[in-house]
């Protein structure tokens, strides 16, 4: 009899073990559908955040919800420790060696009690608080359920186990310990049957977790390990987008407009996502009424793709056996973007590329990208953009700039001040001061521009600007999906930083500072030093040559631009300026840093209707009066103009005025009336 229960055990085991394996080889098959991509380089980076992010839940923990995960996270594992003990001595009737000891035998209850208390708590706020970023599904409610069932049955078999025996572990599983006083007295006979049941019925529910996993959003228990292996590590920016090979003739289509487009790691995304909605719940976007959500958009890939990859697979093989029906196929299967499709475009166009949805991701889920291969697809394959997006291409085709205006104006701002272009200086300048499009034409910004030029030449900086000659830094036509005009735009600009030498550049503006620094590389211009004019004024203050000394009576808070802050970790320098301004008195916003929620103008929305019920730079103006701050500091010539318009639209301007730290460095060096 017991040889017949150890062989029905194993026959079960292998069926599971089958169907487990079976759907974890057929999902990596359509990840493997995906194009190539090199994530396989810096092992010592991705081993030790494996360590980090994997074993030591690093951004899990980032919020409270992510207590239970972590709990049920190491929970489970001695969980399953503990499985293997429970089917060793049920079916040989020993114990594995060190399992039965008192110490893992109480580490395995405390495990079992929390981990019970945590999908308790998982429960109630799925399905009693529902908060907006969780969905209520049958799912989520069977998995919780399951877990629930493992370790009840757990108790009972133990229990059942220990009254048969004899013997009560007391306060070494004192809810083990509970079912056998219960139990003490009953028959051998219900004893033993009791305990037969609880096997069966937990080892029932344990392998059909196991077939079941793969199939479910709980496979993100295997493909978040891989992903968080497979992330950008430190020498691949996470703001960094691939440079596409536009000269290759073999390619037909540029960007992503069918499922397969997507390289495996981009796919491998949605096997990792555990539908947590930490996304959700921070990109603006979502918030402000957009069709867009980070979360769905991540989880629609894979139901694409699971629900496609069979088909893909079929025609790869006919495709690979020379019989010419591939295209056929691939008509066959739902478009990726458009009517009918995965994706609508005004969800692809609603992005602001601000990346709050990344930083917020426990598993570094890498959104942006794939938005943005989804709008080079549109715009470069279809031809296809928003009437004022391709007026902004056509006025950076013309004028170099998004607005239109007439390029030879493009250094008029720096009139008066005796400023030098780089073409009028005689011998070299250790700083080119790159203005960009926004402080060149725009009359607000031009002032931010002013000031910081007047900083540098108090501080005796060697620094000039190109003044008519400067073209465009391309962020907004690369953002928006025109990688043709972007690269023409980048060659063009490191063609004028070769003529004139150019070896250090400064710039007031995040998105020129992210591009220089981060994607230039990539067309042969790498500079000895690129900084952002915040990073430059800390130094100088710091050298001594920039001396704050008169007060400046705001209590400020300070909005964190995407490109400045999450793109390149620039926190501390427009911060320690602040705190050396005399009279400035800085006050936090609740979405500050890493948290600091984007005024809507990234990814080319500045050049962008806005598409929501709310909008994204009223919200964030709303987040600042919060504060009961008297003024609001930007570091940043788009943010300055989208908050702007906020305090305008919240008519608040006079009494909530914005204005960049260099604006205020400068009242506190020479004085509020210089």
Known sequence: MEWVKVLLFLVLAGVAGYYSVSAIYRRYQYLMLGAEENRFDNSDDRIKGFFKYVLGQGKVLAEPAGIGHFVIFYGFIIISIGALDFFAHHLTGSHIPGLGSKFFVAMHETANILVLVAIAIAAVRRYILKPMRLDVTAEAGYIIGAIALLILSDFVYWGSADALEGHNPGFTAPIAGWFATVFAGSSEGMLTAVKEIMFWFHTAVLLGFAVYIPRSKHLHMIGAM?????????????????????????????????????????????YACTECGRCHVNCPATLSGTPLSPKYLILKMKDHLIASGDSLLQQKVQGADGTGVEVAATAELPVLIGE???????????????????????????????????????????????????????????????????????????????????????????????????????????????????????????????????????????????????????????????????????????????????????????????????????????????????????????????????????????????????????????????????????????????????????????????????????????????????????????????????????????????
């Open 226 to 270: 891989f992903n968080v292996y497979f992330r950008k590590t430190e020498d691949r920016p996470a703001g960094k987008l691939k440079k596409l090979d536009l000269e290759d003739e073999s390619i037909e289509e540029f960007g992503v407009g069918r499922i397969e487009q997507f390289s495996w790691r981009q796919l491998l995304d949605g």
């Open 340 to 674: 009918g499709g995965v994706y609508s475009e005004d969800e692809i166009w609603a992005c602001t590329t601000c990346r709050a949805c990344e930083e917020a991701c426990p598993v570094f889920n890498e959104h942006v990208d794939k938005i943005i291969d989804m709008r080079r697809y549109l715009v470069l394959t279809e031809g296809k953009a928003e009437p004022e997006v391709n007026r902004a291409f056509q006025n950076l085709e013309r004028q170099s700039n998004e607005w239109g205006q007439n390029r030879s104006t493009r250094g008029d701002w720096a009139k008066g001040l005796d400023i030098p272009t780089m073409a009028e200086v005689e011998g070299e300048v250790e700083w080119l001061f790159y203005v960009g499009s926004s402080a060149s034409f725009d009359v607000r910004n031009q002032k931010i521009a002013q000031a910081f030029a007047r900083l540098m030449k108090q501080a005796g900086v060697s620094f000039a600007i190109l003044g008519a000659e400067e073209e465009s830094d391309g962020d907004s036509a690369r953002r928006l999906g025109n990688e043709f005009l972007y690269q023409s735009l980048a060659e063009a600009n490191v063609e004028i930083f070769r003529e004139y030498g150019v070896k250090k550049i400064v710039t007031t503006c995040p998105h020129a500072y992210n591009t220089f620094l981060n994607e230039y590389p990539d067309f042969g211009f790498e500079a000895e030093e690129v900084l952002h004019h915040t990073e430059m004024l800390a130094k100088l203050i710091d050298a001594g040559k920039l001396s704050p000394l008169h007060e400046v009576e705001h209590l400020l808070t300070y909005h964190d631009s995407c490109y400045l802050g999450r793109y390149n970790g620039i926190y501390t320098a427009p911060r320690y300026i602040l705190s050396k301004i005399p009279g400035v008195r800085l006050v936090e916003m609740e979405r500050n840093k890493g948290k600091s929620m984007c005024c809507g103008a990234g990814g080319g929305g500045l050049f962008k209707e806005d598409t929501g019920t709310e909008r994204i730079n009223v919200m964030r103006t709303e987040q600042a009066m919060e504060t009961g701050a008297t003024a609001i500091g930007t570091a940043c010539p788009y943010c300055m103009t989208m908050i702007t318009d906020g305090t305008k639209a919240k008519d608040v301007e006079e009494n909530l005025p914005v204005f960049d730290v260099v604006e205020l460095l400068e009242m506190s060096v020479m004085g509020p009336n210089h």
